[in-house]
């Protein structure tokens, strides 16, 4: 079943131009977006999460188009965390998860209800950080801060999670502590997860579907056993490789160039 669906989707940004995107995200799965820097994975989601508004086409968010919702109505639908975790408030870590009550709330109320409570603490729950709750948010490293971003993003209780790079900025045993930990979240809650990701063997280990860019159109997309090829490589990323599985979890093994006409 589809969740997300782009129809001839098109954003021009100064020289970038995303192009005719047709993509169809499937409910309650795992998709990544992978491609090379600059072939508008980020841009392609923030059209989604209505963070850039597109000049064509029409993003459609569980059957209805996106531009129907009303803001806070998207906000408990969508829930989005950007790349960026600049300009954060200094504030303890159960204060920065309980931001993502906002779309509850009315205008001018601050007070949190039962309902907020139990949300809050069953994102730090989740997220393995409720024993920070009352560390300042700036102490924590950066493995632990991006638990506490996902926990603000949980919180928010929202079907449809979006997560530009979730691992951007983290040491690789804490880019597969935070993808060992939304693989677990979207198996016991069935939530639907679409993230940028760069790490293209995390995104083949840990997702269900893949979309591919280039030059900001839609290269390929489909299972990543299918997807993830030796062709696929030298079409989309223009390296020369082998694939090879352990498990579920791919192997990218670059082939050696002959170097002998570089021997002197």
Do not use: C
């Not at 489909?222 to 979890?249: H, M, R, W």
């Amino acid at each position: 079943m589809t969740v997300i669906e782009t129809d001839n989707l098109t954003l021009q940004i100064g020289h970038f131009h995303l192009q005719h995107i047709d993509i169809k995200i499937p409910k309650e799965k795992i998709t990544a977006i992978i491609g090379p820097n600059g072939s508008g994975k980020s841009t392609l989601l923030k059209v989604i999460s209505r963070l850039l508004t597109h000049d064509t086409g029409d993003v459609r968010v569980e059957g209805r188009s996106a531009k129907q919702y009303k803001a806070k109505e998207f906000a408990q639908i969508v829930s989005m965390l950007p790349q960026s975790k600049n300009s954060l408030p200094n504030l303890t870590v159960r204060e920065l998860v309980s931001y993502g009550r906002a779309p509850y709330k009315k205008i001018f109320e601050a007070r949190l209800t039962a309902n907020d409570e139990a949300f809050i603490n069953w994102a730090m729950e989740v997220t393995g950080t409720k024993k920070f709750a009352d560390r300042m948010y700036t102490t924590l490293s950066g493995g632990e801060q991006q638990k506490v971003r996902i926990a603000l993003t949980l919180a928010q209780n929202t079907s449809i999670i979006l997560l530009d790079e979730p691992t951007t900025f983290l040491d690789i045993a804490h880019q597969l502590d935070v993808m060992e930990m939304l693989k677990e979240i979207n198996e016991t809650y069935q939530f639907t997860i679409v993230m940028v990701l760069h790490e293209l063997q995390q995104a083949a280990a840990y997702s269900d579907f893949l979309i591919a860019m280039k030059q900001g159109k839609i290269a390929a997309f489909g299972s990543p056993k299918e997807l993830l090829t030796p062709q696929f490589l030298k079409d989309v990323y223009d390296i020369d490789a082998l694939v090879k599985y352990e498990g579920n979890y791919p192997l990218i093994i670059p082939r050696q160039r002959n170097l002998s006409a570089l021997s002197i």
